[in-house]
């Protein structure tokens, strides 16, 4: 895409400028609409029109799967002053992670735990999830026995199998103060653009019990 359109931050990640998303849309509309209308003026010409009706919708995926929003992320209201922290958990939290949890958590009135789902890309196209969902419910339940174990009052859910989408739905309904990542390497990365967006402090969980800085006050 055009570099007047598109703008890069430091990390690598692309987003659109302000501006650019009507001219994408017209750019998608414009060859759709012109080739359903040779298909009305000529019938030889509908297969034109599916054809770029189907070229279109392909480019507005990729659009979709390749730019990220540029706005902070956006977090449900606070209806009392309880502490309230969401644990994201792409890898099972086990009893040095949840110590490490309880260090931070004490006091807290809620631990929110989020599984996302891990699954292959083809199964999510295929719409058959169903093993890669039951290992998540294995691990959310195995995670959330450490946390109770813990002491820890916690409640969870499975989340979308992309970490990022799963931190950003369940902060829109959950208000929590603090987000706490529980991933290895590549895990953390996939959160990283959705971390940027995040006005609240986070910490990564990593093994024996240690904490990772949150990169906005640590350099990165």
């Known amino acids: 895409m ?8 430091a990390s690598g990640t692309r987003y659109l400028r302000a501006g650019a998303i009507p001219l994408v849309v017209a750019a998608i509309a414009v060859p759709v609409v012109l080739a359903m209308l040779l298909g009305i003026v000529a019938v030889e010409g509908t297969g034109v029109g599916l054809a770029a009706g189907a070229v279109a919708v392909a480019a507005l995926l990729a659009l979709a799967a ?6 902070r992320l956006e977090v449900a209201g606070r209806t009392d002053a309880e502490l309230r922290l969401l644990v994201i958990a792409p890898v099972e939290v086990d009893a040095e992670r949840a110590a490490a949890i309880a260090a931070k958590a004490e006091g807290a009135a809620d631990v929110r735990l989020v599984v996302p789902v891990t699954s292959r890309r083809i199964d999510r196209w295929l719409s058959s999830e169903d093993a890669a969902r039951a290992q998540a419910q294995r691990r959310l339940a195995h995670s959330a026995g450490a946390l109770v174990a813990a002491g820890l009052p916690v409640s969870g859910s499975l989340g979308d199998s992309d970490p990022a989408q799963a931190l950003e739905d369940e902060l829109r309904a959950y208000s929590a103060d603090e987000v706490l990542v529980v991933a290895d390497s590549e895990a953390f990365a996939q959160l990283g653009p959705a971390l940027k967006r995040l006005d609240l402090p986070f910490e990564r969980i990593v093994p024996h019990g240690a904490t990772a800085s949150d990169p906005r006050t640590a350099g990165g």
């Open 2 to 9: 055009a570099p007047q359109l598109t703008r890069e931050d």
């Open 66 to 71: 390749r730019y990220r929003p540029e706005g």
